[in-house]
């Protein structure tokens, strides 16, 4: 005897069809069902990593990174991307440094750092002057597996153009109206920039570049799909909500206040 667990799809014609979390559907003649019952739905295993452990794999987003340990947290600075993730101190957790506070003023023209709502980390820079950047809402890491999001995917989307830009990292196209950037690297995907012009949206084009992405990332051989959506983009979030992405957890940026 063996078990299946998943989801029930079909239930007719002398046959059962169960779609595990992974993997293809698995078809049982009724007939060699001895018993089955309704359980609640399987915390997953990628939803167990760490924030930081997170962030770090999400590195692979940006190739020309120049990065310096500052005990735990890490020092980021990009020559070619403005984006804030390219550009401060991922501090999440104790440094386990001294000076570290002192070290992210010197390292940084314009520092900025990356936290967790309501950490030690948070309150730290916080008690010292530093406000939320740009007035900007905070931004939710979201994580999927990559079969659940081929699945998810609709059929007969436009074709989407996709273009190598470095060892692991791919740009998908449409046309001028729609672009977005994914990366893989041990097994993750992820996706960052993508951008629909304002007189396209609504014609599916942002799941289109998606589709194209992640099925590039599935033949890269990931099983882990991630990306960052701001916590007031409401479109976004129902998008990728949709395709069976879940947020893991929060982050904002702070910079030094006007009297800091």
């Not at 104790?94 to 030690?120: C, F, K, M, N, T």
């Not at 692991?168 to 729609?178: H, I, Q, S, Y």
């Not at 890269?220 to 409401?234: E, S």
């Amino acid at each position: 005897m063996t078990d299946v667990l998943g989801v029930c799809l079909r239930w007719s014609d002398g046959e059962c069809v169960v779609q595990p979390e992974e993997g293809p559907a698995v078809t049982i003649a009724l007939e060699l069902i001895v018993t089955g019952k309704p359980v609640p739905p399987r915390a997953s295993a990628r939803f167990k990593v760490t924030p930081h452990e997170c962030q770090l794999r999400a590195l692979a987003l940006w190739p020309d990174l120049v990065t310096e340990p500052l005990g735990t947290w890490l020092l980021r600075t990009s020559a070619t991307s403005t984006a804030r993730r390219a550009n401060s101190v991922l501090a999440f957790g104790p440094p386990g440094v001294e000076d570290a506070y002192d070290r992210v003023l010197a390292h940084y023209e314009r520092p900025i750092a990356q936290v967790q709502p309501g950490s030690a980390e948070h309150a730290l820079f916080r008690d010292r002057g530093w406000v939320v950047e740009s007035d900007l809402a905070d931004t939710d890491f979201w994580l999927a597996s990559v079969a659940r999001v081929v699945r998810a995917l609709p059929s007969d989307l436009p074709d989407v153009t996709l273009d190598p830009i470095g060892p692991g990292l791919v740009r998908a196209k449409f046309d001028d109206e729609a672009t977005g950037v994914a990366a893989y690297a041990d097994d993750w995907v992820g996706f960052r920039t993508v951008e629909v012009a304002s007189t396209q949206r609504g014609r599916g084009l942002a799941i289109a570049v998606m589709a194209a992405l992640v099925e590039w990332g599935a033949e890269q051989g990931a099983t882990t799909a991630y990306l960052q959506v701001l916590r007031d983009n409401a479109p976004a979030r129902r998008l990728y909500e949709g395709m069976g992405f879940a947020p893991h957890h929060r982050y904002c940026y702070l910079t030094p206040g006007p009297s800091t």
